[in-house]
């Protein structure tokens, strides 16, 4: 008899641990996840050169003395752009030639 009460427990631990797990994954798949965390460090490898170079060029109008404004900003603006555009690019290109992606 008490094995019989050993298997269903076991049985309703399976049966509950299955359940969190479906709770906790909320219909999404591992690969989503992964590419849903890859999206994200390509954009926010964009915006973090865009602002830097922005910053860097602010700085260099206001604070050098040079009397470029605004053209010292917009030219780091525009810089930290192309830079931002190469490495969202790089970064995807390495994303698209893992083979671990293939799935």
Do not use: Y
Request: aromatic share 8%; proline share 2%; net charge negative.
């Amino acid at each position: 008899m008490a094995d019989q009460n050993d298997h269903n427990s076991g049985d309703d631990l399976d049966r509950r641990i299955a359940d969190a797990q479906a709770r906790q994954h909320k219909g999404a798949t591992n690969a989503q996840g992964q590419a849903e965390t890859r999206g994200w460090a390509v954009g926010i490898e964009f915006i973090g050169a865009v602002l830097v170079s922005g910053f860097i060029g602010w700085a260099i109008d206001n604070w050098a003395g040079l009397g470029t404004a605004p053209w010292g900003m917009i030219v780091f603006l525009v810089l930290g752009f192309a830079a931002g555009v190469r490495r969202a690019m790089k970064t995807s290109a390495q994303f698209d030639s893992d083979p671990r992606n293939d799935g």
